[in-house]
């Protein structure tokens, strides 16, 4: 039996794909790679948006808390200043008795107080600051509150007994306070042991606000060297710029009467106004058309009077009071701080101080006026500077004002 042959189907052969058609093109590549660079920019561009919003956001937090907490601070102060005024008789001198005594009589009566309110660029209100203003920017204030601050020291009693003296709850006694802005540096403030590291932590100069407080204790307006206060006006804080703290070099004995309360702040405003609501014929700055009030005057520099009282608006407490204050963030202050920008600082301190000389300009320099932005706020925004403005009108409490 013959066999046949065996054969089966030959099997298939596949053509294997090629190495070419397994891998990328070079062009594949570049462009994978171009939108993989690109989408990295993007992305990193996000991030940097979002680390430097966060920045700012957290500088603005931290910074302007500090200065919000100091302008009601302030405004708090101011809201409770004090003249205390009364009236007195003025005397006509008649003749004498057969003693030689003066035989007087009673005319008419004056308004008299031995407190004083004084306000205005800082240069005319600190005599001391006038050699050196480019360092005080903006306003200053000056007057007293029945705060009830003492130094909680126990002292001896005169009379050279041996009984404590203790004002801690004496809460009314009257104290002096003040505010300014100035410009310096930290080295006398801040902790000593800094000054120990070699330089690793650098003294800081930047623009604050700057608060006056002697205690109850240590009030010099009731001076009986200073009396009438219309003779001796600015001389009850004559200290201002003598007293600053002094770090280690103090006690509770000897607390230094001027502190900062708040860094970064580039100017403080300060305009007594009147009410006019319902009367055109006067202008709400007419009693200090150049900021200046001061309670020991009858006329304030550049104002006319406006009542027919002889001694005009003095020993009174101006009725309003527009409160302002520039702050700005910790980032901008030390770009500001910066030795490189002292000119570029000086310039601008001198810009703000120039503007700040009309009240009736106010609004127009601050708030702005049609739309447009104040032309001191612009200032700012030229030097790319990020700031934030604190406003408030404060009704003094007094007795006795009339037009």
């Not at 209100?125 to 903006?138: D, F, L, M, R, T």
């Not at 000389?357 to 932005?373: F, M, P, R």
Request: net charge neutral; aromatic share 8%; hydrophobic share 40%.
């Amino acid at each position: 039996m013959k066999l046949s042959a065996f054969s089966s189907r030959p099997p298939s052969h596949r053509c294997p794909r090629s190495a070419a058609g397994r891998a990328f093109t070079l062009i594949e590549l570049l462009v994978s790679v171009t939108f993989l660079v690109i989408l990295m920019l993007v992305v990193s561009q996000v991030i940097g948006i979002v680390q430097r919003t966060w920045v700012r956001a957290n500088s603005r937090v931290s910074q302007f808390r500090e200065a919000r907490q100091a302008f009601d601070t302030l405004s708090r102060s101011i809201s409770q200043a004090t003249l205390n005024n009364y009236w007195d008789n003025e005397f006509d001198t008649v003749g004498t008795d057969a003693a030689g005594q003066k035989i007087t009589l009673a005319k008419d009566y004056f308004r008299q107080s031995e407190l004083q309110f004084i306000c205005g660029p800082t240069s005319a209100v600190i005599p001391a600051a006038a050699g050196n203003a480019q360092n005080y920017p903006g306003h200053a204030v000056f007057f007293q509150a029945p705060l009830g601050i003492a130094s909680l020291v126990a002292t001896a009693a005169q009379g050279g007994n041996n009984q404590i003296v203790n004002t801690e709850n004496m809460v009314n006694l009257l104290c002096g306070r003040g505010y300014f802005v100035e410009w310096g540096t930290d080295a006398s403030f801040r902790p000593a042991f800094l000054d120990q590291l070699n330089n690793a932590v650098p003294v800081r100069s930047r623009l604050r606000l700057m608060e006056y407080s002697p205690t109850a204790e240590k009030n010099r307006i009731y001076d009986t060297n200073l009396r009438p206060i219309t003779s001796h006006s600015k001389e009850w804080y004559a200290d201002v710029l003598d007293t600053e703290v002094q770090g280690t070099q103090e006690t509770a004995q000897t607390r230094a009467f001027t502190r900062p309360i708040a860094e970064n702040i580039i100017a403080l405003v300060i305009s007594p106004q009147i009410e006019v609501t319902g009367n055109t014929t006067v202008s709400p700055y007419a009693i200090a058309p150049q900021f200046i009030y001061d309670s020991t005057l009858k006329v304030n520099p550049g104002s006319s009077p406006i009542n027919a009282s002889p001694q005009g608006t003095q020993h009174l407490l101006p009725p309003l009071l527009k409160v302002s204050m520039i702050a700005l963030d910790e980032r901008s202050g030390e770009f500001l701080a910066r030795e490189e920008n002292s000119q570029m600082r000086t310039e601008l301190l001198t810009a703000i101080a120039g503007k700040l000389q009309s009240a009736a300009s106010l609004v127009e320099e601050l708030d702005g006026d049609q739309g447009k932005t104040g032309t001191l706020v612009q200032l700012l925004l030229d030097k790319k500077l990020n700031y934030r403005i604190f406003s408030t009108t404060i009704a003094l409490k007094q007795s006795r004002w009339s037009f």
